[in-house]
């Protein structure tokens, strides 16, 4: 939703009465999949990616003219062009030798022709002068004026992007080719160097979809929103939108870590993080506040838990509770309307309240349930609470899978799964369940040769278990381990949770991290077994298959998950997610692979939370405090169920507690659960929903799962339906007949 936010400045120039046909992108080597359907729908017809190769894999080996196509059949015409400043780089169209300008073109030329370029027409991108964000010079139409007073053929003239791609489109319309597939990336590694950031900004562009979603439910109610909140959400968005641009900061920010200009750059960039989070936390205070207004106080305390996904859930929240509510050590209860007792897991104290994590059932879809808190005096409390008597030394059962642990190495040697009836690991794979891989790099040089083979990877020096525990929602087993990543003194804790409620184990890592400017990377081991299986990645606008959904060339030694990757065959699927280490490797560890048409070559996957291995731009090092974590689960192959399960574990419902004192019963029927909208097909999932300041429209953003042309025909609970239009990505109706 975060890029569909982003084109809201198409919006903004229209208003102006100016022409938007084109859309160009610079330097970043990929692209969301998502625009390719995006695009279309705002009248966006072209697209010029102009391309840079460092690090990287350039897709296609010559300039290349093709229909980009999105999982959903839509398409735009897209140039692969070559670096966006070949023209100042390669032919010095800037400069005032003709010659250097005459033998270089003429040169390439001829190179073109020998690649099989198929036209006669080619664009070159330039700029004023030779560097990034130059302002337009004469010095270009001075020698463009030269070669065409001394050549009758070829000629050269400016153009717009318009320009070129409309008179391609006329001549050539019946030769461009259809390419479906993903373009990720290859410089998402990047933001492995600052792992604390990336998780929250991530964080703040998950809540923020909820938070939306929240004003849309109090629209419902013909609330009618300050001018201001349009412009508080935007000012996030904002921030969200500077902290993901592609690089971190200053050029010389890992030859000169400590130089005044990376340290500010650095703490500038950073900064758009922790603004989005705050103005993300300051807009759902707003956001539930408007709703509770809505809510009665009744006797005894009572939380409502917010539901911004399109289907019912079973799922965690987690509320802040103060002692006036709760009274400190004092047992209690929370129930639904039907008695059904919630499990709860205690997870930070405080003087005055705890955090505690709520699990919560079948929460209706985009709407709320009532809990209600009592005192175990007044309301009988069930134990929830299995036996506390866990075993390592034999494998660890629950209702869902039998774990063997590998004391010696902190991590799980077998998975086994009870409905599967299947062992989901590797068992031959050299590294186990959940291990942490530290690689240390000779030098950061390699990669930029395409190559790595000057490394060392180990495992921690020693580790031991320290504690188990047992709950309500999970049974935790908690290893420590000593290693060179931590600062001295302080130890890595690996702590794996397995589910009671749910088919889940969850692993956290927390360390303090010790400062290091050589090059260094982190991986987290997942080595999935699936015969005949393939690996599957969420990315924005779909999913994609990895090494075949993708246009060749693009990122496939790293890619970046939006909420799950899985890996599956005909029968069964295996899940993972991380609601802020997105970073993962597919088959294998493929850094310094560089192969473009490398597919993965196991069904192993590898988290991939840290690393600084760039030369430029981004972070020399990171340290402190670091907490990040995977979650896993499996099942029968289901590309919708992962996309829920995925959606369940980065999304946490937003929970409001309301003090008791008043004088309805808490079991008041018509304010225990509601939905604002039902109807919702199981193959739709809800990218977000949002309203405008009168409370009169909401425009929603959906996406289809299972490849089926679908309708939507949402209502009411009472049965209303709701009038709808399809609409682009600002909100404007589209014509009738359109396919989106």
Known sequence: ??????????????????????????????????????????????????????????????????????????????????????????????GSDFNIFEEELLSYLTKLEEKGYPYDLIAIQHSGYQTDNAPPSTLASEMIAQWNKRYSWPKLCTSTLDGFFSTMEEKYQDEIPVIKGAWPDWWTDGFGASTREVEANREAQQDLASVQALFAMSSFDRTIFPEALEYRRQEAIKAMLFYVEHTLGYHASVREPWNINTMEQRAIKESYAWE??????????????????????????????????????????????????????????????????????????????????????????????????????????????????????????????????????GTISQIYDY?????????????????????????????????????????????????????????AVVFKAKTPLCMEGSLLEIEYRLFHPEKRIDVIYRLNKKSVTSP????????????????????????????????????????????????????????????????????????????????????????????????????AEQRGSMKFSYSFSSGRNSRTDAIVWGNKVCNTPPARVIPGGGDLPNDLEDMNEQSWIIGWPENITLVSAMTNTMGDVVLIQVRETDGLTTQLALSAEDGNHYRSTPADAVGNPLPKGDKT
């Open 1 to 94: 939703w975060l890029l569909s936010a982003s084109l809201d400045a198409v919006a903004t120039i229209r208003e102006e009465g100016l022409k938007v046909e084109s859309a160009m992108q610079n330097d970043v080597n990929g692209i969301g999949w998502v625009l390719a359907d995006l695009f279309p729908q705002l009248g966006i017809k072209y697209l010029n990616m102009g391309t840079h190769g460092h690090r990287a894999l350039i897709c296609f080996d010559k300039p290349t003219l093709f229909w980009w196509e999105s999982p959903s059949g839509n398409r735009v015409l897209t140039f692969r062009a070559e670096h966006y400043m070949t023209g100042n780089t390669l032919f010095k169209i800037h």
């Open 419 to 475: 409905e599967l009836k299947r062992n989901l690991l590797d068992d031959t794979s050299r590294w186990q369940f959940g291990e942490v891989i530290h690689e240390e790099v000779g030098n950061r040089e390699q990669l930029e040769m395409f190559h790595l083979t000057d490394y060392r990877r180990s495992t921690p020096d020693s580790v031991w278990l320290d504690r188990t525990e047992s709950g309500e929602i999970w049974d």
């Open 276 to 409: 989005a989070k705050r103005r993300v936390n300051s807009l759902k205070e707003e956001a539930l506040g408007y709703l509770q207004s809505k809510f009665s106080k009744a006797i005894y305390p009572s939380i409502y838990v917010f539901n911004t996904q399109c289907t019912r859930l079973n799922t965690m929240t987690k509320v802040y509770i103060d002692h006036q509510i709760i009274p400190k050590n004092q047992p209690f209860v929370i129930i639904d309307n039907q008695d059904n007792q919630m499990e709860v897991h205690l997870e930070e104290s405080f003087p005055d309240g705890d955090v505690w994590s709520i699990y919560c059932h079948d929460l209706p879809p985009f709407g709320y349930k009532k809990l209600d808190i009592y005192p175990q005096t007044i309301h009988t409390l069930t134990d929830n609470k299995p036996e506390a008597n866990i075993d390592l030394t034999n494998p660890m059962k629950n209702e869902y899978y039998r774990n063997t642990f590998n004391l010696k190495r």
């Open 520 to 619: 260094e990377g982190v991986y987290i081991a997942f080595p999935f077994e699936s015969k005949e299986g393939q690996i599957a990645l969420d990315v924005a606008g779909g999913e994609m298959i990895a090494g075949r959904d993708q246009i060749v060339g693009s990122a496939n030694d790293w890619n970046t998950m939006q909420r799950y990757v899985r890996v599956f065959n005909a029968q069964d699927q295996i899940m993972l997610s991380s609601p802020g280490a997105p970073l993962i490797q597919a088959g294998g560890i493929n850094t310094g692979r560089f192969q473009a048409d490398a597919r993965p070559a196991t069904t192993h996957i590898y988290g991939w939370p840290m690393n600084n291995y760039w030369t430029t731009n981004f972070n």
